[in-house]
């Protein structure tokens, strides 16, 4: 029994610390950066321009490519016409009829002189014709085969083909291009920067809001109890006889109000730590506490405004970004300018075909590599690429203009930060000193209070004071935090 008892203490307690957080200024910017939304954009898009960079880089070197395809045609090429295809084939039945041609006239004057008889002669032009006859048939064949020699079998033709391309000279292009991709990756890492800073600073913000509320919200419970106290003095004295209704009535308001205060601060208070627990990606309702909630003195280093200007530029991410535009229409513009260069590139490859048109269309695969130079050079384009050039060359100066504006309202905003600081410093000191002087006026009104010398009226006005005293020393230490914490932004070093 005594075990499972203290087993139930051990998860009670567990529970207790797992539902409260305490949390510092530092874990809320840690929780802030680590769950943000847009730092988490920023960091992807600073990824996307370091690979953009890399792929860029990769300009430099060859590409190779390598095609490959097929086509169907309904005719083959051919190498011979129609007509040609005719004679060559009949060449045999030509040749047979020119040797008719020929040996007749000979064989008739060779009989009218007698040297050969009619029956010789006829025997002659026998052989003849029956020699002519096989000779046309074997002549007619081998022009046939000339013919079928010269057919392409080209309709069905494949083609695969390796290339390579080197650029040697592309007007500046490409080391334009890669000086863009490293400056826009260098933009991309200022975005973040910034968006670090800003979310340092709105979760700054909400956390010093955080405890001004509550020490405001301990200050109301103190006034409440001192105002409570005070209404139930006069109710003694009002049965004593001593005090009068009206003094209980004008007491009562003031308790009245006291609450409605309490009420106020406490729903403020509410409010506050919810809208801190969705920078820092807690659940709304989260039960937290911070660590500078329950310290008596907000302040406790020394205030000092010192500040350099020449820090704030060096620093600032916003000017950084400003700086990177100006660099990207510079090289932009010199991208602009190399599209209207000569551009040089080598090129080198290997081609093969089926069928081999390098050996008579033969119906097996072959190529032949080849080498070249490629040069591109731009003639004429009625000063297209001048206007270009010039349109941004004056883009890279309205940049320029644009850099040298922030950095004077930077420095503006540094010079207002110090003044800010100097101005809480002061604040604070005279908060304090009011604070003292209500303490005191208020430790003297309770004792002439006590004494019968002073009425509630003035113990009400001491009270007020009192209130309004210390509420101004929590805004006076609030203020200070905020100007410090805006003098770091506006230098570029919140941390």
């Given at each position: 029994?005594?075990?499972?008892?203290?087993?139930?203490?051990?998860?009670?307690?567990?529970?207790?610390?797992?539902?409260?957080?305490?949390?510092?200024?530092?874990?809320?910017?840690?929780?802030?950066?680590?769950?943000?939304?847009?730092?988490?954009?920023?960091?992807?898009?600073?990824?996307?321009?370091?690979?953009?960079?890399?792929?860029?880089?990769?300009?430099?070197?060859p590409k190779i490519d390598v095609l490959g395809g097929y086509e169907y045609t309904s005719r083959e090429i051919s190498l011979l016409s129609d007509y040609q295809k005719t004679e060559i084939s009949n060449i045999g039945n030509k040749a047979t009829g020119m040797l008719g041609n020929e040996l007749t006239p000979i064989i008739t004057s060779l009989t009218q002189q007698g040297i050969i008889t009619p029956e010789q002669a006829s025997h002659l032009g026998n052989f003849i014709s029956h020699?002519?006859?096989?000779?046309?048939?074997?002549?007619?064949?081998?022009?046939?085969?000339?013919?079928?020699?010269?057919?392409?079998?080209?309709?069905?033709?494949?083609?695969?083909?390796?290339?390579?391309?080197?650029?040697?000279?592309?007007?500046?292009?490409?080391?334009?291009?890669?000086?863009?991709?490293?400056?826009?990756?260098?933009?991309?890492?200022?975005?973040?920067?910034?968006?670090?800073?800003?979310?340092?600073?709105?979760?700054?913000?909400?956390?010093?809001?955080?405890?001004?509320?509550?020490?405001?919200?301990?200050?109301?419970?103190?006034?409440?109890?001192?105002?409570?106290?005070?209404?139930?003095?006069?109710?003694?004295?009002?049965?004593?006889?001593?005090?009068?209704?009206?003094?209980?009535?004008?007491?009562?308001?003031?308790?009245?109000?006291?609450?409605?205060?309490?009420?106020?601060?406490?729903?403020?208070?509410?409010?506050?730590?919810?809208?801190?627990?969705?920078l820092c990606g807690l659940p709304l309702d989260s039960n937290i506490t911070l660590e500078d909630e329950n310290k008596e003195n907000i302040i406790t280093e020394d205030v000092s405004g010192d500040a350099d200007i020449q820090t704030a530029i060096s620093n600032r991410p916003e000017l950084k970004m400003l700086e990177n535009a100006v660099g990207i229409s510079e090289q932009s513009t010199k991208i602009t300018r190399a599209a209207y260069l000569p551009q040089v590139a080598l090129t080198a490859g290997y081609t093969a075909t089926n069928p081999n048109i390098y050996n008579g269309f033969e119906n097996k695969f072959a190529g032949v590599w080849n080498v070249g130079v490629m040069v591109r050079?731009?003639?004429?384009?009625?000063?297209?690429?001048?206007?270009?050039?010039?349109?941004?060359?004056?883009?890279?100066?309205?940049?320029?203009?644009?850099l040298n504006e922030a950095k004077e309202k930077v420095e503006l905003q540094v010079s207002q930060s110090k003044f800010k600081i100097n101005e809480a410093s002061r604040r604070l000191t005279m908060a304090n000193k009011s604070v003292s002087s209500a303490e005191e006026n208020l430790r003297s009104a309770n004792l002439g209070f006590k004494e019968g010398v002073m009425q509630t009226t003035d113990v009400m006005e001491a009270q007020t004071a009192w209130l309004q005293a210390q509420s101004q020393r929590i805004d006076a230490e609030i203020d200070v935090k905020l100007s410090q914490i805006n003098l770091k932004k506006a230098l570029g070093i919140l941390e």
């Amino acid at each position: 029994m005594i075990r499972l008892t203290s087993a139930i203490f051990v998860l009670c307690i567990a529970s207790a610390a797992s539902a409260q957080q305490t949390l510092s200024l530092d874990s809320c910017r840690a929780l802030a950066i680590r769950n943000n939304k847009q730092l988490s954009i920023s960091r992807l898009k600073q990824e996307v321009a370091r690979n953009t960079s890399k792929a860029t880089k990769t300009k430099y070197l060859p590409k190779i490519d390598v095609l490959g395809g097929y086509e169907y045609t309904s005719r083959e090429i051919s190498l011979l016409s129609d007509y040609q295809k005719t004679e060559i084939s009949n060449i045999g039945n030509k040749a047979t009829g020119m040797l008719g041609n020929e040996l007749t006239p000979i064989i008739t004057s060779l009989t009218q002189q007698g040297i050969i008889t009619p029956e010789q002669a006829s025997h002659l032009g026998n052989f003849i014709s029956h020699f002519g006859s096989s000779m046309g048939e074997v002549l007619n064949h081998a022009g046939q085969k000339i013919v079928d020699a010269f057919e392409t079998d080209t309709r069905n033709v494949f083609m695969a083909s390796v290339m390579l391309k080197q650029p040697i000279f592309m007007g500046g292009g490409i080391i334009a291009a890669n000086k863009m991709a490293k400056i826009n990756e260098e933009l991309t890492r200022n975005s973040t920067e910034a968006a670090r800073q800003s979310t340092l600073y709105d979760i700054d913000q909400a956390y010093w809001t955080v405890v001004s509320l509550k020490h405001k919200q301990k200050l109301s419970h103190s006034y409440l109890d001192l105002v409570r106290k005070l209404d139930d003095d006069v109710a003694k004295m009002i049965r004593e006889g001593v005090a009068t209704r009206a003094d209980g009535l004008r007491v009562n308001v003031k308790v009245n109000e006291a609450e409605m205060t309490v009420t106020q601060v406490d729903n403020g208070l509410s409010l506050a730590k919810m809208y801190l627990c969705q920078l820092c990606g807690l659940p709304l309702d989260s039960n937290i506490t911070l660590e500078d909630e329950n310290k008596e003195n907000i302040i406790t280093e020394d205030v000092s405004g010192d500040a350099d200007i020449q820090t704030a530029i060096s620093n600032r991410p916003e000017l950084k970004m400003l700086e990177n535009a100006v660099g990207i229409s510079e090289q932009s513009t010199k991208i602009t300018r190399a599209a209207y260069l000569p551009q040089v590139a080598l090129t080198a490859g290997y081609t093969a075909t089926n069928p081999n048109i390098y050996n008579g269309f033969e119906n097996k695969f072959a190529g032949v590599w080849n080498v070249g130079v490629m040069v591109r050079i731009p003639v004429w384009n009625w000063f297209e690429g001048s206007y270009k050039v010039k349109s941004g060359k004056i883009a890279t100066s309205i940049a320029r203009l644009e850099l040298n504006e922030a950095k004077e309202k930077v420095e503006l905003q540094v010079s207002q930060s110090k003044f800010k600081i100097n101005e809480a410093s002061r604040r604070l000191t005279m908060a304090n000193k009011s604070v003292s002087s209500a303490e005191e006026n208020l430790r003297s009104a309770n004792l002439g209070f006590k004494e019968g010398v002073m009425q509630t009226t003035d113990v009400m006005e001491a009270q007020t004071a009192w209130l309004q005293a210390q509420s101004q020393r929590i805004d006076a230490e609030i203020d200070v935090k905020l100007s410090q914490i805006n003098l770091k932004k506006a230098l570029g070093i919140l941390e």
